[in-house]
């Protein structure tokens, strides 16, 4: 049974450019869950999402920020214009009902040169 | 916005020794989590504590919870090498969506 699933694992672009980063659940979960580790912090919740809907977006930056949850295929968390304050680790998690454990993916790096 | 501490930041403890990781945090939760990262690695969940006075221990790790004092306690027994690695609880908000997380405590086991 294959654990939380995100690639890129790193990920490097320019300033301006677009970030696309993708998470898939482990099976059978249909909570995702996105959040951002800048170095030496703790993590801070983006959003959550169920298959096609947005549950809570409170932690996401109202601009250039957004993410989806299609019916199929992965959860895409999309950063545009990205800018040097945006490099960090984001991580995905999943869970099998909103309520339950959170387990994370490997996350992935992201560095804005 | 629900805030959730920890203390230290940092510990640097030597083998075989004893210390707990404080968990404090801000409003009424009723779920907290602890999770252990390596560094450059993902999170792994330890424990999960679900109600007052909850006690749960694996190895030489043991977690228990005060709903009443809004604290969680991590102790760590007779540390070893292994257990060096970069410590979080995380709180879960009302409404059940959100994990607030703590700031971490960085442990460095020296032989």
């Known amino acids: 049974n294959a654990g939380v699933m995100q690639n890129p694992r790193h990920l490097v672009r320019r300033r301006g450019q677009e970030a696309r980063l993708r998470c898939s659940p482990m099976?059978?979960?249909?909570?995702v869950y996105w959040y951002r580790q800048l170095p030496e912090e703790g993590l801070k919740f983006m959003v959550y999402l169920q298959k096609e809907n947005i549950i809570d977006e409170s932690g996401m930056p109202k601009e250039r920020f957004s993410a989806e949850f299609p019916k199929e295929g992965p959860s895409i968390l999309r950063i545009q214009q990205v800018v040097r304050g945006d490099s960090a680790a984001y991580f995905c998690?999943?869970?099998?009902?909103?309520?339950?454990?959170?387990?994370f993916g490997p996350g992935t790096r992201l560095t804005v040169l | 916005e629900l805030k959730v501490e920890q203390n230290p930041l940092f510990l640097s403890m030597q083998e075989g020794k004893n210390y707990t990781i404080y968990c404090n945090y801000s409003t009424t939760s009723d779920r907290l989590y602890w999770y252990r990262q390596d560094p450059g690695k993902s999170l792994e969940s330890l424990f999960v504590l679900l109600s007052n006075g909850a006690v749960k221990q694996e190895g030489r790790l043991m977690a228990s919870l005060d709903t009443k004092a809004r604290l969680s306690t991590l102790h760590i027994t007779a540390a070893v090498h292994d257990l060096s690695a970069t410590y979080f609880c995380a709180v879960v908000s009302n409404t059940g969506n959100q994990f607030y997380f703590g700031t971490g405590t960085s442990l460095t086991v020296i032989p």
């Open positions: 099976k059978g979960h249909s909570h």
């Open positions: 998690a999943s869970s099998r009902i909103g309520i339950d454990t959170q387990y």
